[in-house]
């Protein structure tokens, strides 16, 4: 165990700072459905966190759709956690961290 010399001379010192939310993984409900997009409605998905209900509306219906409503989720979220989403129907777990390109 280190101890800083801070604490050697007395002084007092906190612990460090834990992560405010911890990413964690969480599902995710996708239902297609008729969205309003840019150009008037269109067919697309609604993907719905299973944490906090928060519901983001994508156009298209495709993976690539899905995995936009994940990330759209992350930046929204309205509980401010960065989390993994994943869609249960599929295997793959759609991950948005900061730190990713």
Do not use: W
């Given at each position: ?11 007092k ?26 150009y ?19 156009c ?16 929204e979220?309205p ?18 961290r900061?730190?990713?390109?």
């Amino acid at each position: 165990m280190a101890i800083s010399l801070r604490a050697l001379r007395g002084e007092k010192v906190e612990a460090p700072a834990q992560p405010r939310n911890k990413p964690r993984k969480v599902d995710v409900e996708v239902s297609e459905t008729e969205v309003d997009g840019d150009y008037g409605y269109c067919q697309g998905v609604e993907v719905t966190c299973g944490r906090c209900s928060h519901t983001v509306s994508v156009c298209g219906t495709s993976e690539r759709s899905i995995k936009r409503g994940c990330m759209m989720l992350k930046e929204e979220c309205p509980e401010g956690e960065s989390n993994f989403y994943a869609h249960q129907e599929q295997q793959d777990c759609y991950v948005y961290r900061d730190d990713e390109d």
